[in-house]
């Protein structure tokens, strides 16, 4: 069992930066895939970024080049780190984790319970 707590969000100007964080509970973190994704109001939940527990990362081709995710195994932690930030970054920003990789992308294990992130122009 991984309970993930998200931390991070709030308001900020279209090209300012946040950094989010999202704690997980238990001994096993290193071996766990990490992802953010993000809901924006209307719309499907989509991914944003992975970091493989092998080390690699992967990006949304929306965020690429300006979003980062890194984690700190010693602190069962994972962030993302989003800079130029646009309105349409606007969404509630959620951190999953799951064992296996492509069950990551498509439907994790577990879930955090979502931070606010708002862009205004």
């Known amino acids: 069992q991984v309970q993930l707590v998200e931390s991070g969000g709030g308001l900020v100007q279209a090209g300012g930066s946040l950094r989010l964080s999202c704690a997980a509970s238990?001994?096993?973190?290193?071996?766990?895939?990490m992802g953010w994704f993000r809901q924006a109001p209307g719309k499907e939940r989509e991914f944003v970024a992975a970091s493989w527990s092998r080390g690699s990362t992967y990006y949304a081709d929306s965020v690429k080049g300006r979003f980062t995710i890194s984690r700190d195994n010693a602190k069962n932690t994972v962030y993302l780190q989003m800079n130029s930030l646009k309105p349409e970054d606007t969404a509630v920003y959620y951190c999953?984790?799951?064992?296996?990789?492509?069950?990551?992308?498509?439907?994790?294990?577990?879930w955090g319970q979502g931070t606010q992130v708002t862009v205004s122009s």
């Open positions: 238990g001994r096993t973190f290193s071996r766990y895939n």
């Open positions: 999953a984790a799951d064992a296996q990789i492509a069950r990551l992308a498509t439907n994790p294990d577990y």
